[in-house]
C-alpha cells in the first residue's frame, strides 16, 4: 500500500497488465501499455483482414503488447519482428512471447528505431509503431505516476515530440514492401503533423483513425513503390 500511496503505478507492483484482454509481464524499463494504444492493434487486425500470410515489424515494441495482440489474433502464418534499442524491453518481449506460446512467431531483435534498419531483416507487409513522442520539454509536467515511474526513453521524442516519426518514415520505409503500410500511434494534436512527414518522404492514401474517445490516435499510409 506505501508503494501505491508513493505514487507507484500498480501495473509495477503486480509486475503484469492487460492490454487487448491479454495479459501481459511488466518491468519498470518498459511503458505501460494504454487503452488508447489497442487502435494500433485494431488497425493492423483490419489489414491483414484478408491476407493470410505476412510480416510484421512492431517497432520500438516496448512490452510487444502490440505485435503479439496481432499475433494473438492472426493465423500462424503471420510473422512478428520486435525491435527495439532497450536490452530490458527485448527481455520482457521475449518472456511476453514465451507467455502467449508465440515464441515460433516472434523474433526479438536489437534496433535502434532513429537509425536505419538492418537490411537482413528482410521486407516487410505492415510496420506498426508506438514510439516516444512525448516533447522533451513536455516531461516535467507529466503526471508524477508516469514522470517518476516510466522510462523517460520510451517517452521523449526531441524537441517538437517528432524526432521518432521524421526517422522512422526516412529510414524504414526502405523495409516495407510494395503495398506495405505504416500505422503509428500519434500524441494528442500530432496527426496533422505525422501526416505530413509521411506525404514528404512518399507515402501514399494517408488516413487518421481516433481512438475510442474522438482523438485522433493512429495515422497510416502505403507505400505504393518499393525503395
Known sequence: ???RLKGEPLAHIIGEW????LTFTLTPGVLIPR??????VDAGLAFFSRRERGRILDLCCGSGCVGIA???NLPDTISCVF???????LAVTKENLVRHRLTFRGLPVAQNALESCDQALGKFNLIVSNPPYIPDGDIAELDASVRDYEPHLALKGGADGLDFYRAICENWRGALRTGGRLYFEVGIGQADDVLRIMRAVGFG?????PDLNG???VVWGI???EI
Do not use: M, Q
Open 205 to 209: 492514401d494517408i488516413e487518421v483513425i
Open 215 to 217: 482523438i485522433p490516435r
Open 83 to 89: 525491435a527495439d534499442t532497450s536490452e530490458e524491453a
Open 1 to 3: 500500500k506505501s508503494r
Open 18 to 21: 492487460d492490454f487487448y484482454s
Open 35 to 40: 487503452p488508447d494504444t489497442e487502435t494500433l
Open 223 to 225: 507505400l505504393h513503390t
Open 70 to 72: 496481432l499475433l494473438k
